[in-house]
């Protein structure tokens, strides 16, 4: 396992963006295929994009396709997830985790808010 550290997260108007980083400590993020999660209050965690660990293959869902783009940085050890184009349903919390799947992801980070209203 590794310890996952989310950031980047806060209120934005709709239309806005915002940057959220994925981070850890003592491992190279780049051994991992890293997915971004979300789940906003009442809903089920809906995985929002992944990126692959030796290449930089990454995988968005229609509902983010095209505003979302996830993205590594190997010299900072940190995976990033721009979000464009924000919509109020975009709201919730934002998670990163070692899988694409979330079912056998084994690592997670603590989440960090985004909220998107005017």
């Known amino acids: 396992q590794v310890q996952l550290v989310e950031s980047g997260g806060g209120l934005v108007q709709p239309g806005g963006s915002l940057r959220l980083s994925c981070t850890t400590s003592g491992r190279a993020l780049s051994d991992f295929t890293i997915g971004w999660f979300r789940q906003a209050p009442g809903k089920e965690r809906e995985g929002v994009g992944c990126i692959g660990s030796a290449v930089d293959h990454t995988y968005y869902p229609d509902s983010v396709k095209g505003r979302f783009i996830i993205s590594r940085d190997r010299a900072k050890n940190t995976v990033y997830l721009q979000m464009n184009a924000l919509k109020p349903e975009d709201t919730a919390v934002y998670y990163c985790?070692?899988?694409?799947?979330?079912?056998?992801?084994?690592?997670w980070g603590q989440g960090t808010q985004v909220t998107v209203s005017s």
């Open positions: 985790a070692t899988d694409c799947d979330s079912d056998t992801a084994n690592s």
